[in-house]
């Protein structure tokens, strides 16, 4: 009888236990809790604030927020906890309101079974490419999936339609423009479901606090929860500034606006642990204190996870990589062939141009190449004309620069669609099958031939070919690898050693072929004539 009265206070108070729930390693906790005060703005008068303490005894501040009913509706007095755990065991947590309101005290179990792969972070041992926590490299074999209006469709056929393909094909990050949702709401599936909405936008300009849309927040958090629990990154590729797309502009909100967003923000979609790069918006400088890198400042500041955050550089000839606030590198390949942009242009499809832009963005943090302009076919090849062949070039030209990258298959810039031959490359019907096939040879290669952690770019170890046409990663003495642009020939300075795999690979059809051992009986250079000259051939020396 005293516990069915308990819950009853328990029901109408709205403070639910969380003790017992069981939440698997790098997975989210969420608990819900009440508040009926009456607060002139819900956002802005009271602020919940948790402290979290793990099994081992280390305590992490961090905030709730107000999320209306709960269920997408603005209006309601349901705020919401959400956390991460890093520890396996009993977790405390302390809630209590900035007003005075009472707040509580209460448990939950982080459990193993289930556990996910943690944060993407720079690999501590060789920074130029991502680890998981920082200790378990892994290659990023990324998309850019465009489909800022799908929130409004229905999830179950995205998910059919568009994520499960992505997966099944092996791809584990993806670049989307739906997080955070201000713009573009028109592009949408239109093989998919009439939209339910495209009522998609969070916030009206200049009116944040009396705007906000619920209904997309959920949404979002459907489409991020269900990718974080399938272990899929999404990089944040148009940011919080949705003026470049005729979106509510981030310079109108004050300077406590912008900081009360990005906490809201954080509070909200921080203990997701698939957030691999908060991004301000595309192509900005790097250096604006009331824009990127302000924004890149509160985010370090309120993100207690440290997720990486980033500036996507047009010109990473001259960036800001170099800064404590930006811990990777989002590049685009212009202004590498020159810095007069109607001469720099034509460039833009030239694998060369690529392997140089990741080169230039390094410092001493992972490079990605968000927007490489032979990379995608949507958008950028109407532009650049750029041949599946030179898109299969600049992926590679990406990789023995250490650098990981997007492409996309999708056609055009119009009409976006799910199958056929406008739509992901995984099917028959799309000539960008052929890409999508390239893509998985260049990933197995570099994920199975080769120990690519343990590798950087080693160029100048190259002599006697084309530095536009042949690029090198190396683990000096222990394993080589070489990419020659139709089958270019070239001389490789290798270290003394006795190296029992020798092998080229078709990086169009993955076709080997195996050469004999290579013993080097002191460091020399060695001539290299790949098979032939009608495809573009890798050769792999190793140990």
Same mark, same amino acid.
């Given at each position: 009888?005293?516990y069915?009265?308990?819950?009853?206070?328990?029901?109408?108070?709205?403070?639910?236990s969380?003790?017992? @729930?069981?939440?698997?390693?790098?997975?989210?906790?969420?608990?819900e809790?009440?508040?009926?005060?009456e607060?002139?703005?819900?956002?802005?008068?009271?602020?919940?604030?948790?402290?979290? @303490?793990s099994?081992?005894?280390?305590?992490?501040?961090?905030?709730?927020f107000?999320?209306?009913?709960?269920?997408?509706?603005?209006?309601?007095?349901i705020?919401?906890?959400r956390?991460?755990?890093?520890?396996?065991?009993e977790?405390t947590?302390?809630?209590?309101?900035s007003d005075?309101?009472?707040?509580?005290?209460?448990?939950?179990?982080?459990v193993?079974?289930?556990a996910?792969?943690?944060?993407?972070?720079?690999?501590?041992?060789? !920074?130029?490419?991502f680890?998981?926590?920082?200790?378990?490299p892994?290659?990023?074999?990324?998309?850019?999936?465009t489909g800022h209006?799908?929130?409004?469709?229905?999830?179950?056929?995205?998910? @059919?339609?568009?994520?499960?393909?992505?997966?099944?094909n092996?791809y584990n990050?993806?670049?989307?423009?739906?997080?955070?949702?201000?713009?573009c709401?028109?592009?949408?599936y239109?093989?998919g479901?009439e939209?339910?909405?495209?009522?998609?936008?969070?916030?009206?300009?200049g009116?944040?606090?009396?705007s906000?849309?619920?209904?997309?927040?959920?949404?979002?958090e459907?489409?991020?929860?269900w990718?974080?629990?399938n272990d899929?990154?999404?990089?944040?590729?148009?940011?919080v500034?949705?003026?470049?797309?005729?979106? !509510?502009?981030?310079?109108?909100?004050?300077?406590?606006?912008?900081?009360?967003?990005?906490?809201?923000?954080?509070?909200?979609?921080?203990?997701?642990?698939?957030?691999?790069?908060?991004n301000?918006v595309?192509?900005?400088?790097?250096?604006?204190?009331?824009?990127?890198?302000?924004?890149?400042?509160?985010?370090?500041?309120?993100?207690?996870f440290?997720?990486?955050?980033t500036?996507?550089?047009?010109?990473?000839?001259e960036?800001?990589?170099?800064?404590?606030?930006?811990?990777f590198?989002?590049?685009?390949?212009?202004e590498?062939?020159?810095?007069?942009r109607?001469?720099?242009?034509?460039?833009?499809?030239?694998?060369?141009?690529?392997?140089?832009?990741?080169?230039?963005?390094?410092?001493?943090?992972?490079?990605?190449?968000?927007?490489?302009?032979?990379?995608w076919?949507?958008?950028?090849q109407?532009r650049?004309?750029?041949?599946?062949?030179?898109?299969?070039q600049?992926?590679?030209?990406?990789a023995t620069a250490?650098?990981?990258f997007?492409?996309?298959?999708h056609a055009?810039?119009e009409?976006?669609?799910?199958?056929?031959?406008e739509?992901? !490359?995984?099917?028959?019907?799309?000539?960008?099958?052929?890409?999508?096939?390239?893509?998985?040879?260049?990933a197995?290669i570099?994920q199975?031939?080769?120990?690519?952690?343990e590798?950087k770019?080693?160029?100048?170890?190259?002599?006697?070919?084309?530095?536009? @046409?042949?690029y090198?990663?190396?683990?000096?003495?222990?394993?080589?690898?070489?990419?020659?642009?139709a089958?270019s020939?070239?001389s490789?300075?290798?270290?003394?050693?006795?190296?029992?795999?020798?092998?080229?690979i078709?990086?169009?059809?993955?076709?080997?072929?195996?050469?004999?051992r290579l013993?080097?009986k002191?460091?020399?250079?060695?001539?290299?004539?790949?098979p032939?000259?009608?495809?573009?051939?890798?050769?792999?020396?190793?140990?």
């Open positions: 009888m005293k069915r009265l308990l819950l009853i206070f328990l029901l109408i108070t709205g403070v639910l969380a003790t017992n @729930q069981k939440i698997a390693l790098y997975r989210l906790f969420q608990f809790v009440e508040n009926k005060n607060y002139s703005n819900k956002y802005t008068g009271v602020e919940l604030n948790v402290q979290y @303490q099994p081992s005894g280390l305590c992490y501040n961090f905030h709730g107000y999320d209306g009913d709960g269920k997408g509706n603005a209006d309601g007095t705020w919401k906890l956390f991460m755990p890093n520890e396996i065991g977790w947590f302390t809630y209590s309101w005075g309101t009472p707040g509580g005290t209460d448990t939950f179990v982080c193993n079974d289930g996910g792969n943690g944060m993407l972070k720079a690999y501590e041992k060789n !920074p130029h490419w680890a998981y926590n920082g200790t378990r892994v290659w990023l074999k990324s998309y850019y999936e209006g799908s929130l409004g469709q229905d999830f179950e056929w995205v998910k @059919q339609n568009v994520y499960w393909p992505l997966i099944n092996g990050h993806l670049q989307v423009n739906w997080l955070l949702s201000l713009c709401t028109d592009q949408y239109k093989d479901p939209p339910e909405t495209l009522d998609l936008i969070l916030y009206e300009e009116n944040i606090w009396n906000m849309n619920h209904d997309v927040w959920r949404r979002m459907q489409h991020l929860g990718l974080n629990n899929v990154n999404v990089h944040m590729f148009l940011g500034d949705g003026s470049q797309n005729n979106g !509510p502009d981030w310079s109108k909100l004050t300077a406590e606006d912008k900081a009360r967003f990005v906490k809201y923000m954080i509070a909200r979609l921080a203990p997701f642990a698939n957030i691999a790069g908060w301000f595309w192509e900005v400088p790097g250096n604006r204190e009331d824009k990127e890198l302000g924004f890149a400042r509160l985010v370090q500041k309120y993100d207690i440290e997720h990486l955050r500036y996507e550089d047009e010109f990473p000839r960036n800001e990589y170099g800064r404590s606030e930006y811990s590198a989002a590049v685009e390949n212009h590498i062939a020159s810095p007069i109607d001469m720099d242009r034509k460039y833009w499809k030239e694998p060369w141009t690529h392997h140089m832009a990741c080169l230039l963005g390094y410092a001493g943090k992972p490079v990605f190449m968000s927007e490489g302009n032979a990379l076919r949507r958008f950028w109407q650049t004309k750029a041949s599946r062949n030179e898109l299969r600049s992926a590679w030209a990406c250490a650098a990981s997007t492409w996309c298959g055009g810039e009409a976006l669609f799910a199958a056929g031959a739509g992901l !490359p995984f099917n028959e019907e799309n000539p960008y099958t052929e890409s999508a096939q390239h893509i998985t040879i260049l197995d570099m199975h031939d080769v120990a690519f952690y590798m770019p080693t160029d100048e170890l190259l002599s006697d070919c084309s530095v536009l @046409q042949v090198a990663l190396a683990e000096p003495g222990e394993q080589y690898l070489v990419f020659a642009t089958g020939s070239f490789l300075q290798v270290k003394k050693g006795d190296y029992n795999i020798v092998k080229w078709d990086t169009k059809n993955g076709t080997v072929q195996h050469q004999t013993e080097i002191s460091e020399t250079t060695t001539k290299f004539n790949p032939t000259n009608d495809t573009d051939w890798v050769l792999v020396v190793k140990r």
